[in-house]
């Protein structure tokens, strides 16, 4: 790979659109579902995962890019997960960790392009996100994930030790301070 990785806010970005589009592509080869019954079942799904963030929390959406403008990862976070009302409706299971949102406020979801996972990427979004956590005063970032996910030792050795799980899913917690 040997391009140095670029992180900016969607905001920041004059090319939001392409942003956004670059964004759809990741998450959808990041998905592990495939099968969409309608070109609106695939957009719904899209938003459910999605949308809030890109809507309602850009400044929180970190977008990876190379020199050359190739947008190779995002992270769509939440700095107030309890406050958050909207995706309590739309994601589900978002409720089911409430009770270790005092303590872990903020959340993530972070997606790497396919050819660059495991160079750093992620890890990169990850330490930014939660830098911009920790600056604002928060105590800890939190994500939800399969039990059997393979994402959990990527999130253990970025720093996310507290975990607690209920059913399939793991949650998985990183002090900020």
């Not at 996972?117 to 005063?137: I, Y």
Request: with cysteine; charged share 20%.
């Amino acid at each position: 790979m040997g391009q140095t990785i670029q992180l900016s806010r969607l905001t920041a970005l004059p090319d939001r659109a392409g942003a956004l589009a670059a964004l759809e592509d990741i998450f959808f080869a990041s998905t592990m579902r495939t099968v969409f019954t309608s070109p609106e079942d695939r957009a719904a799904f899209l938003a459910t995962w999605t949308g809030w963030y890109t809507a309602h929390a850009p400044a929180d959406v970190w977008i990876a890019g190379t020199e050359d403008g190739t947008v190779v990862g995002y992270l769509t976070g939440c700095k107030d997960s309890a406050g958050a009302e909207p995706l309590a409706r739309t994601i589900p299971k978002y409720t089911d960790f409430a009770d270790r949102f005092a303590a872990y406020p903020a959340h993530l979801h972070v997606n790497v392009r396919p050819g660059w996972r495991d160079h750093g990427v992620g890890r990169q979004l990850v330490d930014r996100f939660a830098e911009d956590c920790m600056a604002d005063g928060l105590p800890g970032v939190h994500l939800v994930t399969g039990v059997f996910a393979r994402n959990v030792e990527f999130y253990r050795r970025a720093g996310f030790t507290d975990a607690l799980q209920r059913g399939p899913l793991l949650f998985l917690g990183r002090r900020l301070c």
